[in-house]
């Protein structure tokens, strides 16, 4: 029974497909770009880390205006940070670079304007294939995990940590742990709480694009994206020993989930694309 189930939706799919693709011819994509990114919720500020977007996808019509686009690609993603002074601390605060390799699935709809303007919306699946980190250029030992920080010593019953949205909140989840309220709270917490060390392995965006066409099967392309979920959550302090949590006036939260944040300028060569055009006009005379 549960087999006719999955084969049922199925079925009619095929029943229907040859209706919605009457006349019309499936188009393969081809993409090669480059990525200006950051990670929200870091210490790194503006668009900074460079790059490289590549891969294949198919275009596949609904409507005379309306396509569905399936891709798979290569991501590079991160963030980036030159030495620096940071006047706010009087610390020397070095150089900070993250690369984050992803191979990427997105599924796009896009809408079309007389065969030439495009606008599209969709989502993505990432799996990171690559990760480096690197503070004061040195490599760290970051890995793949949850990305959430945990108790050092965690025992049955401790509070989740991951409920936590700012300073208030850990301390709050610190002292109804047991923790005297008479502790000094940021110095408790790095003799308690371990930092994370790990980026999720999986990430979802949203995605935003916009297409113009060039010439007979060149487009260029500016996408937009942003993770749905957070990539990492970690804690800041004041000094590099990380001894002295953050507090919540400072510049940056002790406590901060971080999001990818991308944008992409790529060009997209289209097979097939004369072809679907000439059966789109035959099949408007023919009706």
Request: glycine residues 8%; positive net charge; contains cysteine.
């Amino acid at each position: 029974m549960k087999r006719f189930r999955i084969l049922f939706p199925l079925l009619a799919f095929l029943m229907v497909a040859p209706t919605l693709l009457h006349a019309q011819i499936v188009k393969g994509e081809l993409f090669l770009g480059g990525n200006i990114t950051q990670v929200d919720g870091d210490e790194c500020y503006r668009f900074r880390k460079l790059g490289v977007h590549a891969g294949a996808g198919a275009l596949i019509p609904i409507t005379s205006w309306m396509d569905i686009g399936l891709e798979v690609l290569f991501n590079q993603k991160g963030a980036y940070k030159g030495d620096s002074i940071n006047q706010h601390l009087g610390l020397y605060t070095g150089t900070y670079k993250l690369n984050l390799n992803y191979a990427e699935i997105p599924v796009m709809v896009y809408l079309t304007d007389k065969d030439r303007y495009s606008l599209g919306v969709g989502v993505s699946y990432g799996r990171i294939v690559g990760l480096q980190e690197y503070v004061n250029g040195q490599s760290t030992a970051i890995r793949l995990g949850d990305g959430q920080i945990h108790w050092r010593n965690e025992e049955a019953g401790f509070p989740d940590l991951s409920q936590a949205t700012n300073g208030k909140e850990l301390t709050k989840l610190l002292y109804e742990a047991g923790y005297p309220q008479d502790a000094p709270i940021e110095e408790l917490v790095p003799q308690v709480i371990a930092n994370s060390d790990s980026y999720r392995a999986h990430d979802f965006n949203i995605c935003a694009d916009m297409r113009v066409r060039l010439w007979e099967g060149i487009h260029a392309e500016l996408r937009y994206q942003y993770s749905l979920a957070p990539i990492r959550t970690r804690l800041f302090y004041k000094d590099v020993n990380e001894t002295i949590l953050k507090t919540d006036d400072s510049r940056v939260q002790p406590i901060q989930r971080q999001y990818n944040n991308s944008i992409t300028l790529r060009v997209v060569y289209l097979f097939n694309e004369r072809r679907a055009k000439s059966n789109k006009e035959a099949s408007k005379k023919g009706q």
